[in-house]
Structures are given as structure tokens and as C-alpha cells.
């Protein structure tokens, strides 16, 4: 068998961690290929360490990763070739996109007038964000009037991480409870509550308007509030990208297999579909490392070398931590069938489909958290001896 060229394109966690495998077989031969200017980097430290001042960009690199920094534009699958931003052109013989996500912005209905640059409206998704974050809150000299619209995790960490560094910190979000349809009412309850107690906040509240100068950024509220900040972070979730003909993001079955032959996708960019999950895609470095792995193991079982890794299922673990409180899960958190409180003490919520347990997630309760993991996707009823013995073993290791 002639050795086949494998292209993989972007270089975070799902595309890093296929090269890995597919670096293991002499059958392939791997081409990493990122973004343009850009060093391949691990994006879980752009709010917890970079943004803050606690770590460098350089300390942020995944270290031995070696891609071409230039961003792919367009797949051609009938010649089996990619078009690069600098025109190069590279040809495959199997193609793996694990080219991620991109931060959705404020949306429509905000009227904005802006000063081009000054950085004050900005996400906190990429490297480049967390440094001119860090080095406009650093030029400051006094603490920084940050609001950030956006309740989820990485919303809530952000806001903890700036507050524990002494910033004012509002936190805005449309609902008045943040967060039920991904964590479930109890956990997003407590979150609220939290959020509440620690930060100024502004739930069940919208931007209507918002004015950018050299100096600040005055954002007028739903309500006529105006809040006055030297910077916005929106925080508002991702879109899937990827180059054309996709665009956005790239449908796969449960294999990791596109409908494109030779194609597979991976980690943020990929839309998955199963007849009994249905619909879903996850974002979190974690899973996106877990979907290169088997998107590598498919692609070389379908070249002859190894065995089929069978179907997809997303279990691995996530945390954050939120004013002194840790967040764990794993698996599929949200919009997926329904949520019940397996435990109170410590507080842990099943989501399930049908009586399928798909996701975990749990307050304080990282071990039940991770004793669960194992347990996803096997059917289970609350009499089952299952449901005792995962909750005796997280109670057991408290």
C-alpha cells in the first residue's frame, strides 16, 4: 500500500491531537496546517491565563506542533486539492477539517457607534483578544470597568478570574436565570445567585445601543440603563467555520465521516448527527481533542490500518471554576431530552435522552461528576443498581 497524504486543517486541540495519532502510522504521511500568523496555541489559557496578566502568549503554545500558518480557503473535492490564503495549493489524498469556530457577536438590534481600533467591544476567543484585553485593562493604572454580556462558562470564569483581580465587573445576560437550558434550573439557580452575590449584574436585560470613544464604551440597556465601561467583552457562544464550499459548519455521520468521500471533520467545526441524540455539536477543548482522535482512528481504518473505532460518543470532562465553586461535566449538557437532580449533597444533574444518561453535570462534585462518565449512553432506570453504585462512589470520595 502507497503512503496516502492526510491534510489536516486547523491546529487547536481536534487537529493537533489526529496529527498525533496519524503521526503514529507509516501509512500517512500528516500536513498540519493553521491559521495565517499564527502559532498553534491552547485556547482554554486565553481567559484563564492570558487575558489577566498571569501567563505570556508564549507560555500558552503547544509545545512540539509544527503548522504551516496559512489559512485554508477553499476545498476543491473533485481534484482532492485545498487553496491556501497565500495561493498555495496542497493536494490530499484524505482530508480531516477540524478548522474550529469563530465568537458570534452582539446580533442585530444594537445600535453601535464605534472608534475603529480602540479595541473596548471585543470577544475573548483567540490569542490576539486576551492580549488586548490584558494590555488595556494593564494601561489603565486603576482597576478596569468591565461588563461582560454572556452568562455561560466562560462568561462566569472570565468574570470571577477579573473580579478576583480586583476589576468591576457586570455581567449581562438576556434571561433573568442564565443558563437553564444548558445546566439545568438547580445549577443555574445557584450560579445566578452567585453571580449575584460577587459581581454587578444585569439579568433579564438587553444592549439596545452602545457608543465606542478612545476613552470608553457607554452601553444603553433595554431598560434605559446606561452602563459606562472601558471595555465589552461579548461572550455570547460560538458559530462553526470553515473554508468553502462549507462556510460554517461541516455535517458528520457518527464515524466522523462527512458526506464528501475522503472528508472527515472534527471538534467545534462538526456538526454531528445520530439517530439518537440527534443534532449536536460541542466546543470545549476536552471533546474537541477526543473528536481528532477518533476522526485519526476512522481515517485510518477506512485506509485499511487499524480498526473501525465504532460511533462517537462525547464524554469527556470539563471544568471551570466559578467565585470558589468548581463546575464539572461531561458529555452532551444541553438542549438534549431532560435534566433531573440525581443528587442534591453534593448537587449533581443528569441530563438524559429517554432514559439514556448523555451528560453530567455537578456544583462541587467533580468525583460523582467523573464517576459517571463511564456510565453515558448505557440505558439505566432510577431503580437500577447503576444509579447507586456511581452515586455511593461520588459520595464515597467527597
Do not use: C
Request: hydrophobic share 40%.
Amino acid at each position: 500500500m502507497s503512503t496516502q497524504n492526510v491534510l489536516i486543517l486547523g491546529a487547536g486541540a481536534a487537529g493537533t491531537a489526529a496529527a498525533r495519532i496519524l503521526g503514529s502510522s507509516d501509512a500517512v504521511t500528516v500536513t498540519l496546517i493553521g491559521r495565517t500568523d499564527e502559532t498553534p496555541y491552547n485556547r482554554t489559557l486565553v481567559n484563564k491565563g492570558i487575558a489577566i496578566g498571569l501567563l505570556t502568549p508564549e507560555q500558552a503554545a503547544l509545545p512540539g506542533v509544527a503548522a504551516i500558518a496559512d489559512t485554508a480557503v477553499e476545498v476543491d473535492p473533485d481534484t482532492r486539492t485545498v487553496r491556501l490564503e497565500s495561493g498555495r495549493v496542497e493536494h490530499y489524498d484524505a482530508l480531516l477539517i477540524t478548522t474550529g469556530s469563530a465568537p458570534r457577536d452582539l446580533g442585530a438590534g444594537v445600535t453601535a457607534a464605534a472608534v475603529p481600533g480602540t479595541g473596548r467591544v471585543t470577544a475573548l476567543h483567540s490569542l490576539r483578544d486576551a492580549v488586548a484585553v490584558r494590555d488595556l485593562l494593564a494601561g489603565l493604572g486603576r482597576p478596569g470597568r468591565i461588563v461582560i454580556s454572556g452568562a455561560g462558562l466562560v462568561a462566569g470564569e472570565t468574570a470571577t478570574l477579573l473580579h478576583d483581580r480586583g476589576h468591576e465587573v457586570t455581567l449581562l445576560a438576556r434571561a433573568a436565570t442564565p443558563g437553564i437550558s444548558v445546566f439545568g434550573t438547580e445549577v443555574a439557580e445557584t450560579l445566578a445567585a452567585t453571580h449575584q452575590a460577587n459581581l454587578h449584574t444585569a439579568f433579564g436585560r438587553t444592549i439596545t445601543s452602545l457608543t465606542e470613544t478612545e476613552d470608553s464604551v457607554q452601553l444603553t440597556l433595554d431598560d434605559g440603563t446606561v452602563l459606562p465601561a472601558d471595555v465589552l467583552i461579548v461572550a455570547h457562544g460560538t458559530t462553526p467555520t470553515a473554508p468553502a464550499p462549507w462556510g460554517s459548519g461541516v455535517a458528520v455521520d457518527g464515524e466522523s465521516r462527512t458526506a464528501t468521500p475522503g472528508v472527515y471533520a472534527a471538534g467545534g467545526v462538526a456538526i454531528h448527527n445520530d439517530p439518537t441524540l440527534g443534532t449536536w455539536r460541542i466546543d470545549h477543548w476536552a471533546d474537541a481533542a477526543a473528536q481528532g482522535e477518533h476522526a485519526a482512528r476512522t481515517l485510518l481504518a477506512d485506509l485499511g490500518v487499524g480498526e473501525q473505532p465504532g460511533t462517537y460518543q462525547p464524554r469527556a470532562p470539563f471544568t471551570a471554576t466559578i467565585h470558589g465553586a468548581m463546575i464539572a461535566g461531561a458529555g452532551l449538557t444541553g438542549h438534549h431530552g431532560n435534566a433531573r437532580a440525581e443528587s442534591t449533597d453534593p448537587l449533581v444533574i443528569l441530563h438524559q435522552q429517554g432514559n439514556i444518561p448523555v451528560g453530567v453535570l455537578g456544583l462541587d462534585a467533580a468525583p460523582a461528576v467523573f464517576g459517571w462518565m463511564p456510565h453515558l449512553y448505557t440505558p439505566v432506570h432510577t431503580d437500577d443498581d447503576t444509579l447507586a453504585a456511581v452515586g455511593a462512589a461520588g459520595a464515597d470520595s467527597k
